[in-house]
């Protein structure tokens, strides 16, 4: 136990990663943020929308605070509708702004997590992984103490580390699991599917089974050893480059470009939080 | 004392974590496999996991979710269309559904596991099958207001079958599209 209290408590000499993770993370938020907005009545109002919210509503704890709740519950006051979905607009982009300025880091965003969880709730139907990436990027910028010298940077870096790995292991196994991961029918599906490129036509490599099935269990592997191979300083920098390679391939092939571009914010965060030396150039940016 | 707080806030969520993936990992097994015989570690995860604060706490922070990345199986995906009529009842249009914007799509889109659901739940499950019902009726009524109740709308609902790599080789190039569901919408 004490050699893991010591590994979990090291110095820290420099904190380029995590003003790295925080600016690019506010940017990321932002631009997902604004990639939404032409279809934000239609995926997030109470009654304009694709779903009135009488439908959602049975499926959404009642802990659970949302933009519907929130614009009925002001609806009460004669606020209306289009204020509020405006006003909760003005404020999510303006706290991404003072959270990349890294004013108040952890109020900060602490207060966008609050927002971001409120937009992603009100629809159980319409959120996907990279909503769940982003909260929980943001609920370590609300935990990570943004001075130096506070005792809690080394053991939340940690906690950081270990989340990764422990996601990628996951990943990896998971797919080990299903049979078609080892005969090329997943890969062969997943890069057929509706939502997947119209732009580059990559039907012939249905002709190519055994590159398939390399591809498929590659990626498994590849996703399954991260934690094995990351920590070494000799394949560490390999690894996280090809599961980056393989998240630009998942964004051009299956057209999840936010998903793949929080997945690399992650790995390149991982990739410098090795580097807290006081040598490192990028230190003070 | 601090130092010992935050490696013990660590640990925990370090613990969240492993949970949640043991979780989704054990839920996608039995699914996928239609292993409907839970062991002991699936049933203490279960156990774990309807603690309360921990859900509020994990819905609050994301961390409630699983990290499969299309693992175990690659699941079915849907397609939606729809046509419209006149009030001769004469065909005008077809199309695929589409919000406005990309992202807006593909966040349509992860609604398809309310689909996927309706083919694998118990053909006897009424309440669910009328839910189905009653999301369509909502699609259609939307298109219904896009096109300012000109028209009436027939919205489609397909099982999107891609062919098998297998299938693919032996000269299979073609998608079928599986009617599951139909909904024909006027006020």
Redesign the interface.
Known sequence: MNKL?NF??TEQKNLFWLKFFRISISIFIII?FA?????FN??YSVND????YN?VD?YI?Q??INLPKIILYLKSFGIDSAITILGFKIIFVLLAFILMSGYYQNFAALLL??MQ?ILS?SNI?????A??????S??YLT?IPSNINS??IS??K??FQ??VC?????????????I??W????I???I????ATSTYDI?FL??Y?IL?TSIGLGS?LL?LLYPFFVWNKKTSNFWISAIIVMHIGIAFIL??Y?FSAIMIIWNLTFKFSFNNEKSYSLVNV | MKKQLYFTISLVVIFIVLLSSIKTTLDSYHSYYKDTKKGQLSAACDNIYSFKPLRVFTSYTGLETGYGFFGTNVSSDFALSYELYDSSKKKIARHNFKLDSNEGSLRFMSMNRLFLERLTESSDNELFKKYIEIVMTEISKYIYKKYNGKYSVNLKVYLYNFPSLKDYANGKVQTELFLLDEMNYKR
């Open positions: 209290y979990f408590n997902h990639a939404v907005l032409p279809d239609n995926l929308g694709v779903l009135s439908v049975v704890p802990y659970i997590l609050l969880i709730k139907y319409f959120s996907y992984g909503d769940f990436f982003t909260s929980m943001l609920f935990l005792v809690g053991p939340l940690r906690l270990f989340h422990i996601a990628y292991f996951f990943a990896g196994f998971d797919k080990l699991l299903g078609n991961w005969n090329g029918e997943s062969w599906k997943a057929n599917l509706p939502f039907s249905g002709n089974p398939l498994a996703e057209n999840l936010f």
